[in-house]
């Protein structure tokens, strides 16, 4: 590695890595033995899913984000697909859905339960049928609504719209590569691939080891590296610098990155020299602040880098270093961290050697921690999409919506309402003010009351509480039958499962009031349909 000033200014060369005490980990996770180049894992502020090793099929277990400690080793699974999963992403605006990859050649959607998995789920929401050969990659849309890449061993790269009706989806929306007249071509096989910001350009890398920028509406390719020095495997675009990174290998072995102007793919705009290591290296980046981490497959340690627009465009800043090797990594969401300690970054290592996923937390050090820190949380990403699937196969192209971290505040949508959106909220509004409604909702909410003394939610059972269909059905608690179903659990031995049990049960509660919520919309708008079917039988005899 080439010599680096240790004065250079930067309010980030302080930040360390903070792992996460055994007890605050996720131990006991039978971690996946697949050699496939991925991560494995995946997290959002509600849930982390880790692809798991199990005998005949393929399986992932999907644990709330508080559920720390030891893990049952009978803990419920996501176990559709009928081969080995390879690859697991969260909808980045739906935190109760996620998408997996698998050998047996299918992408499968899953609706997790607000409540978590309490039973084996084996019936996914969709299922994705259109390749032929095992599925390697998925990636969503950072923009649209309901878009996801996929890209498998036969040659193809599809876009799916998942907001499709229907159970099972056998046609694309988009087929971005596809082989021609039976030819292979080695670009084809992607390697890894990332979206730009607005998600108007892809770049991607193959098994040519060549970065390659393509339109993903039409499959243009619009740029492609003629490099010799510099064999990419993984790519990642860096927003707001316009730029991109690939990691990669030099002609001598060498772990290499290199940064790229993505309208001119010629040369590289720096490349450098890490280690002699042979374990790949997935580049992470965090537009907010500009740092990036690379960590490698089979390291134990993460380093930090800052990158800027002008030369020499990166700076070393220092590194984590732990002696057990990661095996893959998860990242959480910025709006998952914790503002309070100055959390500017979390991973989720997973050591295999351990069955041990271990959060680990980048922390720029302050002094004044009750003070919210502007300048390390600017405006970032939020889960709010910018445009629907079909706005963007028209063209369009936009952000993504912006939030503050700042705690109390609400995310504000930038870009105009739609006539149908504006439509249905002057139904609501209207619906609001109907007395029919009125008087249908203060029905509900004595019923509620009604419930709630009958069958007590706090108190009774602690450590998981389930309401008893022997007694009343499961709409009255507003959920479905198989959401909440009763689980056996042993009394809480320790303070930490009586917290884990205590965060289990507010998310339960939360949920079930959201959908009861919801199911009182419904009602009101039957009653009003009603109410209008008997006005015009009425006037029409």
């Given at each position: 590695?080439?010599?680096?000033?240790?004065?250079?200014?930067?309010?980030?060369?302080?930040?360390?890595?903070?792992?996460?005490?055994?007890?605050?980990?996720?131990?006991?996770?039978?971690?996946?033995?697949?050699?496939?180049?991925?991560?494995?894992?995946?997290?959002?502020?509600?849930?982390?899913?880790?692809?798991?090793?199990?005998?005949?099929?393929?399986?992932?277990?999907?644990?709330?984000?508080?559920?720390?400690?030891?893990?049952?080793?009978?803990?419920?699974?996501?176990?559709?697909?009928?081969?080995?999963?390879?690859?697991?992403?969260?909808?980045?605006?739906?935190?109760?859905?996620?998408?997996?990859?698998?050998?047996?050649?299918?992408?499968?959607?899953?609706?997790?339960?607000?409540?978590?998995?309490?039973?084996?789920?084996?019936?996914?929401?969709?299922?994705?049928?259109?390749?032929?050969?095992?599925?390697?990659?998925?990636?969503?849309?950072?923009?649209?609504?309901?878009?996801?890449?996929?890209?498998?061993?036969?040659?193809?790269?599809?876009?799916?719209?998942?907001?499709?009706?229907?159970?099972?989806?056998?046609?694309?929306?988009?087929?971005?590569?596809?082989?021609?007249?039976?030819?292979?071509?080695?670009?084809?096989?992607?390697?890894?691939?990332?979206?730009?910001?607005?998600?108007?350009?892809?770049?991607?890398?193959?098994?040519?080891?060549?970065?390659?920028?393509?339109?993903?509406?039409?499959?243009?390719?619009?740029?492609?590296?003629?490099?010799?020095?510099?064999?990419?495997?993984?790519?990642?675009?860096?927003?707001?610098?316009?730029?991109?990174?690939?990691?990669?290998?030099?002609?001598?072995?060498?772990?290499?990155?290199?940064?790229?102007?993505?309208?001119?793919?010629?040369?590289?705009?720096?490349?450098?020299?890490?280690?002699?290591?042979?374990?790949?290296?997935?580049?992470?980046?965090?537009?907010?602040?500009?740092?990036?981490?690379?960590?490698?497959?089979?390291?134990?340690?993460?380093?930090?880098?800052?990158?800027?627009?002008?030369?020499?465009?990166?700076?070393?800043?220092?590194e984590f270093r732990s002696l057990l090797p990661q095996k893959g990594l998860g990242v959480m969401p910025k709006r998952g961290l914790d503002v309070n300690i100055c959390e500017v970054f979390?991973?989720?290592r997973l050591i295999a050697i351990k069955d041990l996923v271990e959060p680990l937390s980048m922390i720029v050090p302050r002094k004044q921690l009750e003070i919210f820190q502007e300048d390390?949380?600017?405006?970032?990403?939020?889960?709010?999409?910018?445009?629907?699937?079909?706005?963007?196969?028209?063209?369009?192209?936009?952000?993504?919506?912006?939030?503050?971290?700042?705690?109390?505040?609400?995310?504000?949508?930038?870009?105009?309402?739609?006539?149908?959106?504006?439509?249905?909220?002057?139904?609501?509004?209207?619906?609001?003010?109907?007395?029919?409604?009125?008087?249908?909702?203060?029905?509900?909410?004595?019923?509620?009351?009604?419930?709630?003394?009958?069958?007590?939610?706090?108190?009774?059972?602690?450590?998981?509480?389930?309401?008893?269909?022997?007694?009343?059905?499961?709409?009255?608690?507003?959920?479905?039958?198989?959401?909440?179903?009763?689980?056996?659990?042993?009394?809480?031995?320790?303070?930490?499962?009586?917290?884990?049990?205590?965060?289990?049960?507010?998310?339960?509660?939360?949920?079930?009031?959201?959908?009861?919520?919801?199911?009182?919309?419904?009602?009101?708008?039957?009653?009003?349909?009603?109410?209008?079917?008997?006005?015009?039988?009425?006037?029409?005899?």
């Open positions: 590695m080439s010599w680096r000033s240790s004065f250079r200014c930067s309010k980030f060369r302080h930040v360390f890595g903070k792992p996460a005490t055994r007890e605050h980990g996720y131990d006991g996770v039978p971690i996946t033995r697949s050699v496939h180049d991925n991560h494995y894992c995946a997290a959002n502020p509600c849930f982390i899913a880790v692809v798991t090793e199990c005998g005949g099929g393929g399986s992932f277990l999907v644990l709330p984000i508080h559920h720390t400690g030891r893990v049952d080793p009978q803990h419920p699974r996501v176990c559709g697909h009928s081969a080995r999963v390879l690859d697991v992403k969260w909808n980045p605006f739906d935190d109760h859905c996620i998408a997996s990859c698998s050998e047996d050649c299918t992408v499968k959607i899953w609706d997790i339960p607000v409540c978590g998995v309490q039973q084996n789920l084996t019936q996914a929401r969709k299922t994705l049928i259109g390749h032929s050969r095992r599925v390697g990659l998925i990636e969503w849309h950072p923009t649209a609504e309901g878009l996801l890449l996929s890209s498998a061993y036969d040659y193809k790269v599809l876009l799916w719209d998942v907001s499709q009706p229907g159970a099972a989806l056998r046609s694309p929306v988009r087929v971005v590569l596809a082989p021609l007249l039976h030819r292979h071509p080695p670009e084809m096989l992607l390697l890894s691939v990332s979206f730009s910001s607005d998600g108007s350009r892809l770049a991607l890398t193959s098994k040519d080891r060549r970065v390659r920028v393509l339109d993903p509406r039409t499959g243009k390719i619009l740029q492609a590296s003629s490099s010799k020095t510099h064999r990419a495997s993984k790519v990642l675009y860096i927003g707001g610098l316009k730029m991109l990174l690939s990691t990669g290998s030099s002609p001598w072995n060498h772990r290499q990155i290199a940064l790229w102007d993505p309208d001119d793919l010629s040369e590289p705009l720096y490349e450098e020299d890490l280690d002699g290591s042979a374990g790949v290296l997935f580049p992470f980046y965090d537009p907010d602040t500009h740092m990036l981490y690379l960590a490698g497959k089979g390291d134990g340690n993460i380093r930090y880098y800052e990158l800027s627009a002008e030369k020499p465009y990166i700076s070393f800043l220092t979390r991973f989720y390390l949380y600017p405006m970032t990403a939020g889960n709010k999409a910018a445009m629907t699937a079909q706005e963007w196969l028209r063209g369009v192209n936009r952000g993504p919506v912006l939030m503050s971290l700042r705690p109390g505040t609400n995310i504000a949508n930038p870009y105009p309402e739609t006539p149908a959106d504006k439509g249905l909220e002057r139904q609501l509004s209207a619906l609001s003010m109907n007395p029919v409604f009125l008087s249908l909702q203060s029905f509900l909410q004595e019923q509620l009351a009604y419930q709630d003394a009958k069958y007590p939610r706090e108190g009774s059972d602690l450590w998981g509480w389930q309401p008893d269909e022997t007694q009343a059905p499961a709409w009255a608690f507003g959920c479905t039958p198989h959401c909440c179903e009763p689980a056996e659990r042993p009394p809480p031995t320790s303070e930490s499962e009586l917290l884990q049990a205590f965060y289990r049960q507010q998310e339960e509660i939360r949920g079930l009031r959201e959908q009861l919520n919801h199911k009182e919309v419904r009602i009101a708008q039957l009653e009003l349909e009603i109410k209008n079917t008997r006005n015009n039988m009425r006037a029409a005899f």
